[in-house]
C-alpha cells in the first residue's frame, strides 16, 4: 500500500529524501488555511526535494522564495502564470484550480531537468471549460459482470482514489462523473424510507465515511464532482418492502418505469438527503434511459422535473446540473433520436433558467459508444442528431461531447493529431462546453492485464493508459498542446531509449481508428476495435471477412469492400478524398511498418515497463498489417464471388493467409505478457450474463483462420 503523506500546512520532506548538504534552500509562500494550496505547495515540494533542493521552513534565509497566490484580477479562471525574477517565483492562478495547475507545470518543468534559474516566465489558459471523466463504479454499475464486478475492492480503496485523482489534476481535467443506476442506497440511509437501505449502522457508516473522503480528496485538487445515474432505479430491500418496482433494481435495467407516488417522494428525498449531507459533492446528472420504458418522452421529462430536478432545487445549496440527451424518442429504452423529443428536451432546460450552479451541461454521446473512430459527428446515441439543440445558440446549457471508449482497455493507445483533429472540429462552437472521456464497459481500477512478475511502474489499470489520460486531458485545456510535452513525459519515464515512442504510438494505435471508421457501429458491443470483435447474430465475434465486406462504413469519407468492388466493376471511381479499401490498406502498411522501424532496436532489457510500451506499439502494428492483408483478401474475394474468376480466389486465399500470419504475431507478442482478460460481454437478449467472457487475441486464433476457408469454399 502506498505511503499516504497528510499534511496540515506544509511538511518538510527532509526525513523521507535525503539531499546534498548544500543544496539551495526553497521556501514555499502559500495560504495553509486553503486546502488547493496545501495540495500544490506539497506536490511541488515532493518534486523539489527530489531534484536535491532543501525544503526551508521560514520566510528568511532562502535561496530561493516560490509563491503561490491566486490573482484572478489579472487571469481568468483555471488560467496560470509563472513569473521569475531573480530569486523570486511566482505562480499565480485566476482561481484555485489555475493556481494548481501553475504549480504542477512547475513540477513539470523540474522534472524534466529544469533548474529554478532556469525556469521561464509562461502563461496557460483552457479552452474548454468542462473537461471530465465518466467514471462506472463497479457497485450497482449500469451491466451484470465478472468483468466490472472484479473492481469492487480497489475502488473501495481511497489509495487508489488519491492516484486517480493526482492523475486527473495533472492532465489538467477538472470534472469527475461517477455513475451506477442507483447511488443514494450507498451514499445515505433515507430518513424517511430507512427500509431502503440494506446495511447495517456500521456498513452504512462506512460507505458514508468512503463518500465523504472521496469527494474531500476530490475538493483538494480542486475538481467538481458529480453523481450521475440511470432513471427510475431504487434498491432492491425498497423494492421487496413495499411490494411494487418489481425490477427496477440492481441488475435490471431495460425495464418499465415505475412511477408510483411513493417511488416519486423516496427518490425526491433521496436526492435532496444526499446534496445537504455530502457539501462537497458539486452536481448530479440525470438520463432519460434505462428504467423508463412505457413512458413516452414527455412523460419521462415531467417524471424527472417533478422528481430528480425537484429534489435537486429542494436543497438549500448550489447544485450544477449534467442533463444527458435522451436516448428513446418512443416508448420502449430502444434509441432513437426525433425533432420532437429535440424540442421537448430543449425547452425543459430552457425552463430552468439559472436554476443551477452555471450552466447546464447537456451530454452527448459523440458517434454514440465509439468517439474514437472519424472526428467527424456521424450520430449520437439513436441516431442522426438535428439542429434543434443549436439554433438558436443556447443561452441556458452547454453541449458536453460525450467521447466513450469501448475499443480498447488492454493496449496503450495515443494519436495527438486525433484528438486536435476533433477538437478542431467539435469545439470551437459558442454552445460547447467541452468533453467527457470514459467507457461503459471497462473500470481503469484494477489491474488485471499485466501477466509478467518482473516489477513494473503502475499499481492501477489506469496508469497503464496514461498516455491516453495525458494527451485528451491537456489537449482539451490547450489543443496547441506541443508533441514535445507529451514526448517528454516518454523521456522522462524511460530515457532517451523512448526517444522515438510517441510517434511510433501516433502511427501504430491509428490502426484503431481506422478500424472504427471502416467498420460502422452504434452501442458498446456492436464494435471492440482492439479484439477485432463486433456484435454478429448472438454474440460478440471476430469479425468475419465477409463481415468487413458487407459492413457500411462510419465515416463517409470511408467506402466499404462491397461498394467498392461493385463501384469499380461497373467502370466507375472515387473522388480524390474517399478512402478505398485499397488506399486503406496502402495506409496501414506505410504508417505500421514505419512504426515497428521506429522500435525495433529499443532496449527493454532492463525495464518490464518499457518492454510492454514497445510490445503495444508492437501489437497495435500487426494489427494493422492484419488488417491491410484483410481488406486486400476481401477486395479480391468479392471480386471472385461477382466474376468467377479463380485468380481473384488465389489471391484472397494467399492475402488471408497473410493475414493470419501477422495475427500469430500478435499472439506471439501478447501470449506471454497478457492474461486471459474478462469483458463485460451479453448474448442479443441483453440480460443474461455470458460467463465465458474472457478475450486474448491467441483465443480467437480459430475464427481468424476460418477466413481463410471461407475463402476457399467460396463460389461465384
Not at 110 to 132: D, K, M, N, Y
Not at 538 to 551: A, G
Not at 674 to 702: G, Q, S, V
Request: aromatic letters at 14%; glycine letters at 6%.
Amino acid at each position: 500500500m502506498k505511503i499516504r503523506l497528510l499534511l496540515s500546512g506544509f511538511t518538510v520532506f527532509c526525513a523521507l529524501l535525503a539531499t546534498p548538504a548544500l543544496a539551495q534552500k526553497v521556501y514555499l509562500a502559500y495560504d495553509k488555511d486553503m486546502p488547493q494550496a496545501a495540495y500544490a505547495a506539497r506536490k511541488l515540494g515532493e518534486a523539489l526535494a527530489e531534484q536535491g533542493y532543501t525544503l526551508h521552513p521560514r520566510g528568511t534565509g532562502y535561496d530561493y522564495l516560490i509563491s503561490l497566490a491566486k490573482h484572478p484580477v489579472r487571469l481568468d479562471s483555471e488560467a496560470f502564470q509563472i513569473l521569475p525574477e531573480d530569486k523570486v517565483i511566482s505562480v499565480y492562478g485566476g482561481d484555485d484550480r489555475g493556481m494548481i495547475y501553475g504549480a504542477l507545470a512547475l513540477v513539470e518543468s523540474l522534472q524534466g531537468g529544469t533548474r529554478l534559474e532556469e525556469v521561464q516566465a509562461r502563461e496557460e489558459a483552457p479552452a474548454l471549460v468542462f473537461r471530465g471523466i465518466k467514471y462506472n463504479l463497479p457497485w450497482e454499475t449500469y451491466r451484470p459482470s465478472s468483468a466490472l464486478d472484479q473492481h469492487y475492492e480497489t475502488a473501495r480503496d481511497l489509495d487508489y482514489w488519491e492516484a486517480f485523482l493526482d492523475m486527473m489534476v495533472e492532465n489538467r481535467f477538472n470534472v469527475i462523473s461517477f455513475w451506477n443506476t442507483h447511488p443514494y442506497t450507498f451514499m445515505t440511509s433515507p430518513k424517511n424510507f430507512p427500509e431502503a437501505s440494506p446495511w447495517s449502522e456500521k456498513e452504512q457508516e462506512e460507505w458514508r465515511e468512503f463518500y465523504q473522503q472521496l469527494f474531500a480528496l476530490a475538493k483538494e485538487r480542486g475538481l467538481d464532482t458529480y453523481i450521475v445515474h440511470w432513471s427510475i432505479f431504487v434498491s432492491e430491500a425498497f423494492a421487496k418492502a413495499h411490494d411494487m418496482a418489481e425490477e427496477n433494481f440492481y441488475p435490471h435495467y431495460y425495464v418499465e418505469g415505475e412511477t408510483s407516488e411513493l417511488v416519486r417522494r423516496y427518490l425526491r428525498e433521496s436526492v435532496k438527503q444526499v446534496l445537504e449531507e455530502y457539501p462537497d459533492l458539486d452536481g448530479v446528472g440525470i438520463s432519460h434511459g434505462e428504467g423508463m420504458a412505457g413512458m413516452t418522452p414527455l412523460e419521462r421529462q415531467a417524471w424527472m422535473d417533478d422528481v430528480l430536478i425537484a429534489g435537486m432545487l429542494e436543497a438549500d445549496r448550489p447544485v450544477k446540473l449534467i442533463h444527458r440527451v435522451p436516448f428513446s424518442s418512443g416508448t420502449s429504452s430502444d434509441p432513437g433520436v426525433s425533432e420532437d423529443v429535440e424540442q421537448v428536451t430543449r425547452a425543459a432546460m430552457e425552463n430552468l433558467g439559472d436554476s443551477f450552479d452555471g450552466p447546464i451541461w447537456t451530454e452527448m454521446k459523440f458517434n454514440w459508444s465509439h468517439a474514437h473512430s472519424t472526428p467527424k459527428l456521424v450520430k449520437v446515441h439513436g441516431g442522426e442528431l438535428g439542429d434543434t439543440y443549436f439554433d438558436p445558440l443556447p443561452e441556458d446549457y452547454k453541449v458536453t461531447w460525450m467521447a466513450r471508449n469501448e475499443d480498447f482497455f488492454a493496449l496503450r493507445w495515443g494519436v495527438p493529431s486525433f484528438i486536435r483533429e476533433h477538437l478542431a472540429l467539435n469545439a470551437q462552437a459558442s454552445y460547447v462546453g467541452g468533453y467527457f472521456i470514459g467507457s461503459e464497459t471497462y473500470i481503469p481500477a484494477l489491474d488485471y492485464f499485466t501477466a509478467v512478475d518482473e516489477p513494473v511502474d503502475w499499481d492501477y489499470a489506469f496508469e497503464r493508459q496514461w498516455l491516453w489520460y495525458k494527451l485528451w486531458g491537456r489537449l482539451l485545456y490547450d489543443a496547441h498542446t506541443p508533441d514535445s510535452v507529451f514526448q517528454d513525459a516518454f523521456n522522462h519515464r524511460y530515457g532517451e531509449r523512448a526517444d522515438n515512442l510517441l510517434n511510433a504510438y501516433s502511427l501504430a494505435s491509428s490502426t484503431q481508428l481506422r478500424l472504427a471508421s471502416l467498420y460502422d457501429s452504434t452501442w458498446d458491443f456492436t464494435l471492440y476495435s482492439e479484439g477485432f470483435l463486433a456484435l454478429q447474430g448472438d454474440y460478440t465475434r471476430y469479425i468475419s471477412v465477409d463481415q468487413l465486406i458487407d459492413r457500411p462504413t462510419l465515416d463517409p469519407d470511408y467506402v466499404s469492400v462491397a461498394d467498392y468492388v461493385q463501384t469499380r466493376r461497373d467502370g466507375g471511381s472515387f473522388g480524390v478524398e474517399r478512402i478505398t479499401p485499397p488506399i486503406l490498406s496502402q495506409q496501414l502498411e506505410r504508417d505500421n511498418r514505419e512504426a515497428l522501424r521506429l522500435v525495433e532496436n529499443i532496449d527493454v532489457s532492463e525495464s518490464a515497463s518499457l518492454m510492454y510500451e514497445v510490445a503495444d506499439v508492437k501489437t497495435w502494428a500487426n494489427l494493422g498489417l492484419h488488417l491491410a492483408e484483410k481488406l486486400k483478401g476481401a477486395v479480391a474475394l468479392q471480386n471472385f464471388r461477382l466474376s468467377g474468376d479463380v485468380d481473384y480466389q488465389q489471391a484472397a486465399i494467399a492475402h488471408l493467409e497473410q493475414a493470419l500470419a501477422y495475427w500469430d504475431k500478435v499472439i506471439e507478442i501478447t501470449r506471454p505478457i497478457y492474461k486471459d482478460m474478462p469483458l463485460t460481454h451479453y448474448n442479443h437478449n441483453f440480460f443474461e450474463a455470458n460467463e465465458d467472457n474472457l478475450f486474448h487475441w491467441a483465443l480467437i486464433r480459430d475464427e481468424v483462420a476460418e477466413d481463410i476457408e471461407i475463402a476457399r469454399k467460396a463460389s461465384p
